[in-house]
C-alpha cells in the first residue's frame, strides 16, 4: 500500500505588506531586501485572525480537490511553530471547525521542515491501514516578528497549505521521506522567551525574547549544505540522478540559498518552484503552498517526480521524493 497526495490546498490572508512598507518601518529598502532574499511582499493576518483560521481555509481546499469529505479522515496532523494556544492542540481545533468526528489529531513541531515531517508521519499512518490523513501546514509567524528588527522582519509571511494524503493501490504516491535534526545548533534560529525555560514576564517582553532570532551568515551556510546533502541522500536511496527529478519544490526561504542549492546539484531552475517573491517565509506553510500553486497552475502532472526539500529550527532538515 502506498501513500498518496490526492489533493492540495493553500490560503494566505488578504493584507499584503511590501517592501516598500517595511522600509517605513526599519532602515532598509526595497532594493536590499529583494537583492538579499528575493521577497519583494508577504502576506500579513488581520486583528484577529489566527493558526487554525488560515489552516481551515487551506485543508477545506484541499479535501474538495481530494473529493474527500471531512468525516472520512482518519487523522489530522498540523505542522506549525505559531499555534492559536499552548493547549489544547491546534489540530484539535480544526478537526472540531472541519467537522473531522473520527479523525485523532495533533501538531507538530519542526519549524519550517514540520509539512515534510508531517508528511513521513501520514506516510507511516497510511502504510499501516489508515486511509485519508490531512496533513496541514499553518504558520502566523507575524505575531513571533520584531517589527523594529530589520534582518528578520523583512523575512516572514503569515499564510497555510495543506495536502490529503490517502492510501492507493498503484505505484504512484510517497516514494520516501528522509528527516534529520541536530538540536547542537538550536541557537542559529530560535524564539527564546515564552516556553519553560523563560516563562512569559514582563522582563521577557522587555528583552523581546518572544520573537525570533537568528544568525544568519551562520544559518545560509548550514542550510545550503544540508538541503544539498538530503537531496543527494534522497535521489541515491531510489538509483535515480538529478536530471530524473521533473520538480524540486524547496521551502521559501531565501532565493540564494535555493540558487546556490541547485546550482550545486546540477538542477535547471526552470525546474523549481519559487513563489518567495510573493510570501516572504511562511515556515511550515511554505512548502504546501508552493506546491499547491504548482499543482493547480499545471507545472505537476501524473507521473512527474517531484521533490521536496526543507530545512528549519532545531536545526531540521529534510526531504521527500514523490511519484505523482
Given at each position: 500500500?502506498?501513500?498518496?497526495?490526492?489533493?492540495?490546498?493553500?490560503?494566505a490572508?488578504?493584507?499584503v505588506?511590501?517592501?516598500?512598507?517595511?522600509?517605513?518601518?526599519?532602515?532598509t529598502?526595497?532594493?536590499?531586501?529583494?537583492?538579499?532574499?528575493?521577497?519583494?511582499?508577504?502576506?500579513?493576518?488581520?486583528?484577529?485572525?489566527?493558526?487554525?483560521?488560515?489552516?481551515?481555509?487551506?485543508?477545506?481546499?484541499?479535501?474538495?480537490?481530494?473529493?474527500?469529505?471531512?468525516?472520512?479522515?482518519?487523522?489530522?496532523?498540523?505542522?506549525?511553530?505559531?499555534?492559536?494556544?499552548?493547549?489544547?492542540?491546534?489540530a484539535?481545533?480544526?478537526?472540531?471547525r472541519?467537522?473531522?468526528?473520527?479523525?485523532?489529531?495533533?501538531?507538530?513541531?519542526?519549524?519550517?521542515?514540520?509539512?515534510?515531517?508531517?508528511?513521513g508521519?501520514?506516510?507511516?499512518?497510511?502504510r499501516?491501514?489508515?486511509?485519508?490523513?490531512?496533513?496541514?501546514?499553518?504558520e502566523?509567524?507575524?505575531?513571533?516578528?520584531?517589527?523594529?528588527?530589520?534582518?528578520?522582519?523583512?523575512?516572514?509571511g503569515?499564510?497555510?497549505?495543506?495536502a490529503v494524503?490517502?492510501?492507493?493501490?498503484?505505484?504512484?504516491?510517497?516514494?520516501?521521506?528522509?528527516?534529520?535534526?541536530?538540536?547542537?545548533?538550536?541557537?542559529?534560529?530560535t524564539?527564546?522567551?515564552g516556553?519553560?525555560?523563560?516563562?512569559p514576564s514582563?522582563?521577557?517582553?522587555?528583552?523581546?525574547?518572544q520573537?525570533?532570532?537568528?544568525?544568519?551568515?551562520?544559518?545560509?551556510?548550514?542550510?545550503v549544505?544540508?538541503?544539498?546533502?538530503?537531496?543527494?541522500?534522497t535521489?541515491?536511496?531510489?538509483?535515480?540522478?538529478?536530471?530524473?527529478?521533473?520538480?524540486?519544490?524547496?521551502h521559501?526561504?531565501?532565493?540564494?540559498i535555493?540558487?546556490?542549492?541547485?546550482?550545486?546539484?546540477?538542477?535547471?531552475?526552470?525546474?523549481?518552484?519559487l513563489?518567495?517573491?510573493?510570501?516572504g517565509n511562511?515556515?511550515?506553510?511554505?512548502i504546501?503552498i508552493?506546491?499547491?500553486?504548482?499543482?493547480?497552475?499545471?507545472?505537476?502532472?501524473?507521473?512527474?517526480?517531484?521533490?521536496?526539500?526543507?530545512?528549519?529550527?532545531g536545526?531540521?532538515?529534510a526531504?521527500?521524493?514523490i511519484?505523482?
Amino acid at each position: 500500500m502506498r501513500a498518496r497526495i490526492t489533493g492540495t490546498g493553500s490560503y494566505a490572508p488578504e493584507r499584503v505588506v511590501t517592501n516598500a512598507d517595511i522600509e517605513r518601518m526599519v532602515a532598509t529598502s526595497d532594493e536590499w531586501i529583494r537583492e538579499r532574499t528575493g521577497i519583494r511582499e508577504r502576506h500579513v493576518v488581520a486583528d484577529g485572525q489566527a493558526c487554525s483560521d488560515l489552516a481551515l481555509v487551506a485543508a477545506e481546499r484541499a479535501l474538495k480537490a481530494a473529493g474527500v469529505s471531512a468525516s472520512e479522515l482518519d487523522l489530522i496532523v498540523l505542522a506549525t511553530c505559531t499555534g492559536d494556544t499552548p493547549l489544547p492542540s491546534t489540530a484539535c481545533l480544526l478537526q472540531h471547525r472541519l467537522g473531522a468526528t473520527r479523525a485523532a489529531a495533533f501538531d507538530l513541531g519542526a519549524a519550517c521542515c514540520g509539512f515534510v515531517y508531517a508528511l513521513g508521519v501520514a506516510d507511516a499512518y497510511v502504510r499501516t491501514g489508515m486511509r485519508h490523513v490531512l496533513v496541514v501546514g499553518s504558520e502566523v509567524m507575524s505575531a513571533i516578528t520584531d517589527w523594529t528588527d530589520r534582518n528578520t522582519c523583512v523575512l516572514f509571511g503569515d499564510g497555510a497549505g495543506a495536502a490529503v494524503v490517502s492510501a492507493s493501490g498503484d505505484d504512484r504516491g510517497i516514494l520516501s521521506t528522509h528527516l534529520h535534526s541536530d538540536g547542537s545548533m538550536c541557537d542559529l534560529i530560535t524564539v527564546p522567551g515564552g516556553g519553560t525555560r523563560i516563562p512569559p514576564s514582563d522582563q521577557m517582553v522587555t528583552d523581546r525574547l518572544q520573537y525570533i532570532k537568528m544568525k544568519g551568515n551562520e544559518t545560509f551556510k548550514v542550510a545550503v549544505r544540508t538541503l544539498e546533502e538530503v537531496a543527494r541522500e534522497t535521489l541515491a536511496a531510489h538509483g535515480v540522478g538529478v536530471s530524473d527529478v521533473d520538480l524540486y519544490v524547496p521551502h521559501q526561504a531565501n532565493v540564494r540559498i535555493i540558487k546556490a542549492v541547485v546550482d550545486r546539484l546540477g538542477l535547471p531552475l526552470e525546474k523549481v518552484v519559487l513563489n518567495m517573491d510573493r510570501y516572504g517565509n511562511t515556515s511550515a506553510a511554505s512548502i504546501p503552498i508552493a506546491l499547491d500553486e504548482a499543482v493547480r497552475d499545471g507545472r505537476v502532472r501524473d507521473g512527474q517526480l517531484i521533490m521536496l526539500g526543507a530545512f528549519g529550527a532545531g536545526l531540521t532538515w529534510a526531504s521527500a521524493l514523490i511519484r505523482w
